[in-house]
């Protein structure tokens, strides 16, 4: 569920707020989107919606309680996540905690959705008792 907290948190804010997402994400002083070109607000909702449906079906997923389901929401989140990684990597901009924040705060995103890949033995094996 952090990854569908993490993600309606992105979403709402880039889909509702595109110009306020644009000029101040990812908050704290910080502008890691207004650094990377001219503001596009189809663009920006664009990219907030993707944020939803992935929270969306993350959420569904979780709710079915099932490690397919499970399995296919955190796909989506790796492949997102692995190629909005590897975009920032190759594009570094800004000061030090930019550039350090971005590699950081993806790379954990990343992870997470590579981790959320493999149910724990423990989750697996609870849900196979209560079968």
């Known amino acids: 569920m952090v990854v569908a907290v993490l993600g309606l948190s992105v979403g709402v804010w880039a889909a509702g707020l595109p110009k306020s997402f644009y000029s ?11 650094m990377m070109g001219a503001y596009d607000e189809h663009l920006v909702r664009d990219v907030g919606f993707m944020y939803l449906a992935l929270s969306t079906i993350s959420i569904a997923a979780a709710l079915s309680r099932t490690a397919a389901a499970g399995r296919l929401a955190s796909l989506g989140w790796t492949v997102f996540g692995a190629f909005h990684f590897l975009f920032h990597v190759t594009h570094l901009m800004g000061g030090v905690v930019d550039v350090v924040g971005n590699i950081v705060s993806l790379g954990l995103s990343l992870a ?20």
């Open 24 to 34: 101040s994400f990812p908050g704290l002083g910080l502008h890691w989107i207004e």
């Open 112 to 131: 997470l959705g590579l981790a959320l890949l493999f149910p724990s033995r423990v989750c697996a094996t609870t849900r196979e008792a209560r079968a």
